[in-house]
């Protein structure tokens, strides 16, 4: 099985695991707010975080499929080697902002609120650990578009 395929079951499995979670803490945080009439405390707190980890895995997920969003006018009516060559720009644009934005942006916001040690109020948990959802999908998408890279190289088109 290539790295590609591992990736993306791993990327796909950890996408259901969280929604999953996501949609029983939201049941959860319903039921305890309106029919036991004790509100939960760290509900709320979870779900937030719960879908910033689904928003940026879930895009990284989506490059992976090529099915993230884009404006495909111009692509669709190239042919060949200027249709390639405009999708290498693409995905090099992709990767220049994955890796500034995305990856070192991230890494210094993990490093920042690790070292100023911030929890979060309800879960108690450093908010570090949240944030490395945002590198962490960085890599991914990283890794996504230097390989359709690649393989848009390795297409002989006329």
């Not at 895009?59 to 080697?81: E, F, M, N, T």
């Not at 390639?84 to 500034?100: D, G, K, P, Q, Y």
């Not at 911030?118 to 945002?134: D, E, F, K």
Request: one cysteine or more.
């Amino acid at each position: 099985m290539t790295l590609r395929k591992n990736i993306d079951k791993i990327l796909g499995f950890l996408l259901i695991v969280l929604m999953i979670v996501l949609v029983v803490d939201v049941v959860w945080q319903v039921l305890a707010r309106y029919v036991v009439k004790s509100p939960s405390s760290f509900t709320d707190e979870l779900a937030r975080f719960l879908l910033i980890w689904v928003g940026l895995f879930g895009s990284a997920y989506a490059v992976g499929k090529k099915k993230h969003l884009a404006i495909d006018i111009l692509p669709s009516k190239l042919k060949g080697i200027k249709k390639r060559n405009l999708l290498i720009f693409i995905n090099i644009l992709i990767i220049l902002f994955s890796v500034s934005i995305l990856v070192a942006g991230g890494i210094r916001l993990v490093y920042i609120t690790l070292t100023l040690e911030q929890i979060s109020p309800a879960l108690r948990i450093p908010l570090g650990y949240i944030y490395l959802a945002v590198p962490l999908s960085g890599l991914f998408i990283l890794y996504y578009c230097v390989e359709e890279i690649l393989e848009l190289l390795k297409t002989t088109t006329d």
